[in-house]
């Protein structure tokens, strides 16, 4: 299958490597199609996920691990009928990055809304979370401090 993406270019891709997301993701509703696409070789630290509906919305995700973060959160009843999950390793959760257009730009993560993906199955939504506990480790040359505060 042959995809247009203003960020990619021309792609052919595997029809079965398309992840759905019945209800779109939040603001973008109507996009329900997309592919996953990352760097050659194994460290790749940022994903892109292209939609197949908009050949412009691409989205720059990572796993939360690599900014030490760690989820706790349960699915309510319509998002497990929605995923599907069976085997809890085909669960994949990644947030979605975006630039902060302040003076010194830096890159930041929806930590409040990780998109849950069914690896397996390949479905997803976006989970919205009301509060995140958060969990900092901060590393001093002499010692580590751990911080936790409650958003």
């Known amino acids: 299958m042959k995809i247009k993406s ?5 792609q052919t891709i595997d029809p079965s490597t398309i992840i759905s997301f019945p209800n779109g993701i939040p ?16 460290n790749s630290l940022v994903f892109w996920l292209q939609s ?8 720059s995700v990572a796993q939360p691990s690599i900014f030490n973060i760690n989820y706790d959160f349960v699915l309510n009843d319509a ?13 994949l959760i990644l947030i979605i990055l975006h ?24 479905i997803g939504l976006q989970k919205v979370l009301v509060q995140v506990e958060q969990s900092i480790t ?3 040359i002499s010692n ?8």
């Open 99 to 122: 630039k902060d257009a302040s003076d010194q730009p830096t890159i930041k993560g929806s930590i409040k809304s990780p998109l849950v993906i069914n690896s397996a199955k390949r």
């Open 144 to 151: 580590e401090i751990n911080v936790s505060e409650g958003a």
């Open 138 to 140: 901060l590393t001093d």
């Open 52 to 59: 197949l509906d908009d050949e412009s919305l691409v989205f």
């Open 27 to 42: 603001g973008f509703e109507d996009q329900t199609r997309f592919k996953l696409f990352h760097q050659e070789g194994d």
């Open 6 to 10: 203003s960020f990619f270019g021309e």
């Open 79 to 91: 998002e497990e009928a929605t995923l599907g999950i069976e085997n809890p390793a085909d669960t």
